[in-house]
């Protein structure tokens, strides 16, 4: 982990938002923003200046609380875009 | 987490997932039932939830109550039912330190009396602490009643079993009698442990006469008690023997004839008379008769 973070930090990445993804199981975003849409196929998220689509099946919100999102369920796939509110 | 509560709102989900988080609400388990947005929250937030949801257009509801809430709310819905639950408890609890029932058992119940007599006096009254009865020393005490020979004190809840067994052997047990003379003859020996002599060596007595009274002269009050001690009567009896001849050894035959029936012989002397077919042996004796009165 301390690894990951030293090279993260040498490129220059913003820690403040990640996505972790433990595939069939679960995700766990940081930095979330709000939920744009929810339901157990697609759950669409706001990031700052990103948006994240989260598609799989039999998805729901295990836990959100200041930024941090667990999405339980079989997740397929992490979209990443720039928000066009910005 | 266990310790969740489920909300039920109807609402999009979206919306109350903002609205949570502006109010820095951790949720859980989010998921959508129809119109229906459920999630859960901490019990420490619901009230909060209420509040930001306390608007009409929000349906909002408790789905589920954590199990704590669950197991509170049962409680106090049952506060008679648990009240009385507690007090039957601490009641046995209180309880098992008083002795409410004695019981004895074993061979030896039927001293149950005695055991419970001597139970009692050494603090094993009904409704005393088992703390205050002498175990030790009542075991002492009934161990040494006649014919004990086994005795075992427990407790079992709040009873006091007393297991008592017995010897094979039967209790000795006085009899409140005086000693009567059966025979009649001259008395020889009297000895009264117990009681009153009513004859002296070398008196004459009757069938049916007292030999020692069950009770003693105190004064000019007499007191009454039990008669222990034996007697020896020299009584005579006479006996008939039929035997074809006279020979030593019919005489002798005679005589076997008697066997125990009277004990031991002092003196004996025999006359023969003549008979059809033989002789009558005719056998005057003497013997020694003992009686005896409360002596093992």
Same mark, same amino acid.
């Given at each position: 982990m301390k690894l990951l973070q030293q090279i993260l930090s040498e490129l220059g990445a913003d820690l403040s938002a990640s996505v972790t993804l433990v595939p069939g199981s679960c995700c766990y975003l940081k930095g !979330?923003?709000?939920?744009l849409s929810f339901s157990p196929e697609l759950i669409t998220l706001s990031a700052g200046k990103l948006t994240l689509s989260v598609g799989g099946e039999d998805?729901? !919100?295990?836990g959100y609380f200041e930024g941090d999102l667990l999405i339980k369920g079989a997740v397929r796939e992490v979209k990443v875009e720039k928000s066009d509110r910005n | 987490m266990k310790n969740l509560t489920e909300i039920n709102i109807t609402s999009p989900a979206e919306t109350a997932l903002k609205k949570l988080q502006r109010a820095n609400i951790a949720v859980y388990d989010c998921k959508k039932r129809g119109a229906e947005f459920i999630f859960c929250v901490k019990d420490k937030d619901i009230k909060k939830v209420f509040a930001i949801f306390a608007k009409p257009c929000y349906n909002v509801r408790v789905g589920r109550a954590s199990l704590k809430n669950r197991l509170l709310g049962g409680l106090i819905l049952r506060a008679g039912l648990v009240a009385g639950a507690l007090i039957f408890a601490v009641a046995a609890y209180i309880s098992g330190?008083?002795?409410l029932k004695i019981e004895v058992g074993g061979s030896?119940?039927?001293?149950e009396s005695v055991v419970c007599r001597i139970a009692r006096e050494e603090g094993a009254s009904l409704l005393k602490p088992f703390s205050s009865f002498d175990s030790p020393v009542a075991a002492g005490r009934i161990l040494s009643l006649p014919g004990v020979t086994f005795c075992n004190i427990s407790r079992r809840g709040s009873v006091l079993v007393i297991d008592v067994e017995t010897g094979g052997e039967e209790p000795f047990k006085a009899v409140h009698a005086p000693l009567v003379s059966d025979v009649s003859g001259r008395v020889r020996k009297i000895v009264a442990i117990c009681g009153t002599a009513a004859v002296e060596a070398g008196a004459k007595v009757s069938a049916?006469?007292?030999?020692?009274?069950a009770g003693a002269q105190a004064g000019e009050e007499w007191i009454e008690g039990i008669a222990a001690g034996f007697a020896e009567i020299e009584c005579s009896a006479t006996a008939e023997y039929f035997a074809p001849d006279a020979s030593d050894k019919s005489i002798a035959a005679a005589y076997a004839?008697?066997?125990?029936?009277?004990?031991?012989?002092i003196s004996k002397k025999h006359s023969v008379l003549p008979s059809d077919g033989g002789v009558r042996i005719i056998m005057e004796i003497e013997y020694l008769h003992k009686i005896s009165i409360n002596l093992t």
């Amino acid at each position: 982990m301390k690894l990951l973070q030293q090279i993260l930090s040498e490129l220059g990445a913003d820690l403040s938002a990640s996505v972790t993804l433990v595939p069939g199981s679960c995700c766990y975003l940081k930095g !979330v923003k709000t939920i744009l849409s929810f339901s157990p196929e697609l759950i669409t998220l706001s990031a700052g200046k990103l948006t994240l689509s989260v598609g799989g099946e039999d998805m729901q !919100v295990g836990g959100y609380f200041e930024g941090d999102l667990l999405i339980k369920g079989a997740v397929r796939e992490v979209k990443v875009e720039k928000s066009d509110r910005n | 987490m266990k310790n969740l509560t489920e909300i039920n709102i109807t609402s999009p989900a979206e919306t109350a997932l903002k609205k949570l988080q502006r109010a820095n609400i951790a949720v859980y388990d989010c998921k959508k039932r129809g119109a229906e947005f459920i999630f859960c929250v901490k019990d420490k937030d619901i009230k909060k939830v209420f509040a930001i949801f306390a608007k009409p257009c929000y349906n909002v509801r408790v789905g589920r109550a954590s199990l704590k809430n669950r197991l509170l709310g049962g409680l106090i819905l049952r506060a008679g039912l648990v009240a009385g639950a507690l007090i039957f408890a601490v009641a046995a609890y209180i309880s098992g330190f008083f002795i409410l029932k004695i019981e004895v058992g074993g061979s030896g119940g039927y001293l149950e009396s005695v055991v419970c007599r001597i139970a009692r006096e050494e603090g094993a009254s009904l409704l005393k602490p088992f703390s205050s009865f002498d175990s030790p020393v009542a075991a002492g005490r009934i161990l040494s009643l006649p014919g004990v020979t086994f005795c075992n004190i427990s407790r079992r809840g709040s009873v006091l079993v007393i297991d008592v067994e017995t010897g094979g052997e039967e209790p000795f047990k006085a009899v409140h009698a005086p000693l009567v003379s059966d025979v009649s003859g001259r008395v020889r020996k009297i000895v009264a442990i117990c009681g009153t002599a009513a004859v002296e060596a070398g008196a004459k007595v009757s069938a049916g006469d007292i030999l020692i009274y069950a009770g003693a002269q105190a004064g000019e009050e007499w007191i009454e008690g039990i008669a222990a001690g034996f007697a020896e009567i020299e009584c005579s009896a006479t006996a008939e023997y039929f035997a074809p001849d006279a020979s030593d050894k019919s005489i002798a035959a005679a005589y076997a004839s008697l066997g125990l029936q009277y004990g031991d012989i002092i003196s004996k002397k025999h006359s023969v008379l003549p008979s059809d077919g033989g002789v009558r042996i005719i056998m005057e004796i003497e013997y020694l008769h003992k009686i005896s009165i409360n002596l093992t």
